[in-house]
């Protein structure tokens, strides 16, 4: 009887010794089978050859430092670095390098030809020749601005620190501010996952500003009160993908929206509605780069990106 225990327990310690190194073998890293909850993005870098209404043809490389933004006025780019601005002809000749102070967050030109330029927590307005003419008085430590905008009376600064939307007058003089919540107790202001945090204003002097933990593209009268959005999440080319998307935009001449995505880099245009409309440039224009270009869109609807990581203006033009 008992050498048939004995039996019986020598063959279940095999069984179970037999069952751990399967498992350990099974579960070494290069064993291990595919993740089943893994999210597979790839089959949305893939965009149809139809829906490319642009085309790359042209590459200017940029030598003066970390660029910061961009911008197009009357014929010229206008482009930060950490340390410098600079005017540039569309073929890249260099018309104005001006020094200016440190780490410059975003640029806009006034119809009179006036630059301004938004720093951390201040702005800084100079003469078409770099020359400073007005600076206004710094916001707090926690502010962060992020982006620019100028209608016919009024600037309007993107103020990540403090996720919410500055307004100046022409004299640089504080105004107002607004937070996106409209008096709504359903909204909840701007949503700022990270810092990236974008405005315009259209040729209708019309405000729209990025919410980007929304994915929504949002319209506001000058007073703060929301008129109208736009924009869904979603990794499909209709969506905008990821945690905060999009990160910049733009306005075409006749109002359409051009739009950049970090992460899944992309270039798309939609119609003043919201609708898709058609790309720009897919991800595999953007092939090592997860970080959003900032746009640039000239006189005849040309298309100019900041490419950050590559250290480059791209130009794209209509097929």
């Not at 893939?46 to 829906?51: A, F, I, Q, R």
């Not at 006036?114 to 502010?143: F, Q, V, W």
């Not at 075409?252 to 058609?278: A, C, H, P, Q, W």
């Amino acid at each position: 009887m008992n050498k048939k225990i004995q039996i019986t327990l020598i063959v279940a310690i095999a069984i179970v010794a037999g069952i751990v190194l399967f498992d350990s073998l099974s579960t070494r890293i290069d064993k291990r089978p595919d993740n089943p909850y893994e999210y597979n993005i790839d089959e949305f870098k893939v965009v149809d050859e139809n829906l490319i209404s642009y085309r790359e043809a042209r590459q200017i490389a940029i030598e003066t430092g970390q660029p910061k933004a961009l911008t197009w006025f009357q014929g010229n780019l206008y482009l930060l670095t950490e340390s410098h601005l600079q005017i540039l002809t569309p073929e890249g000749k260099e018309i104005l390098k001006k020094t200016i102070d440190q780490n410059p967050q975003a640029i806009v030109i006034h119809n009179d030809a006036t630059i301004l330029i938004a720093y951390e927590r201040h702005l800084t307005a100079y003469n078409p020749d770099g020359k400073e003419i007005l600076r206004s008085e710094s916001l707090s430590d926690e502010s962060l601005f992020s982006s620019l905008a100028i209608s016919e009376s009024m600037i309007y600064v993107a103020n990540a620190g403090k996720k919410e939307v500055v307004v100046f007058d022409e004299n640089l003089g504080y105004v107002r501010s607004f937070k996106g919540e409209s008096g709504v107790s359903a909204l909840h202001g701007f949503i700022l996952p990270s810092l990236h945090f974008h405005m315009a204003v259209n040729s209708n002097d019309e405000i729209w500003v990025v919410n980007p933990g929304m994915h929504r593209i949002q319209n506001y009268a000058a007073s703060g009160r929301l008129r109208g959005d736009w924009g869904k999440p979603g990794f499909t080319l209709e969506g905008f993908s990821g945690c905060c998307n999009p990160t910049y935009f733009a306005f075409m001449s006749d109002g359409r929206f051009i739009t950049t995505e970090k992460g899944m880099v992309r270039v798309k245009i939609y119609k003043e509605s919201g609708e898709l409309e058609s790309v720009v440039a897919a991800p595999d224009k953007f092939p090592n780069s997860e970080t959003a270009p900032a746009i640039a869109v000239d006189d005849n609807d040309n298309v100019w990106l900041l490419d950050f990581d590559m250290k480059m203006l791209r130009f794209f033009k209509p097929v």
